[in-house]
Nanobody, 116 residues
Framework: QVQLVESGGGLVQAGGSLRLSCAASGSIFTIYAMYWYRQAPGKQRDWVATILNGDFRRYADTLKGRFMISRDNAKNTVYLQMNSLKPEDTAVYYC??????????WGQGTQVTVSS
């Protein structure tokens, strides 16, 4: 059993920053990649960023330059640094982990609210 727990969400004013964390625990097989997604009210869940083994990173085009994904392998934790936040960044942010067998695990989500 694998658990992913996100933290770091909250209420922030436009232009502010937040850093989200997602810690994986349990019977973790070799981690292949970790991801961040977000889901705004009434919308589908959208991919935000990916970090692979070897530190290869990818971002949604609209978020490049404002968001940065990183990971601490020793802690099985992935982070999402979010800067210059906008009201349209308001969403529930989810992390996902995939292991080398192709299994995927999701966290429960953390709410980010950006006020104007």
């Amino acid at each position: 059993q694998v658990q992913l727990v996100e933290s770091g969400g909250g209420l922030v004013q436009a232009g502010g920053s937040l850093r989200l964390s997602c810690a994986a625990s349990g019977s973790i097989f070799t981690i292949y990649a970790m991801y961040w997604y977000r889901q705004a009210p009434g919308k589908q869940r959208d991919w935000v960023a990916t970090i692979l083994n070897g530190d290869f990173r990818r971002y949604a085009d609209t978020l490049k330059g404002r968001f940065m994904i990183s990971r601490d392998n020793a802690k099985n934790t992935v982070y999402l640094q979010m800067n210059s936040l906008k009201p349209e960044d308001t969403a529930v942010y989810y992390c996902k982990m995939s292991d080398s067998r192709g299994y995927e695990y999701w966290g429960q989500g953390t709410q980010v609210t950006v006020s104007s």
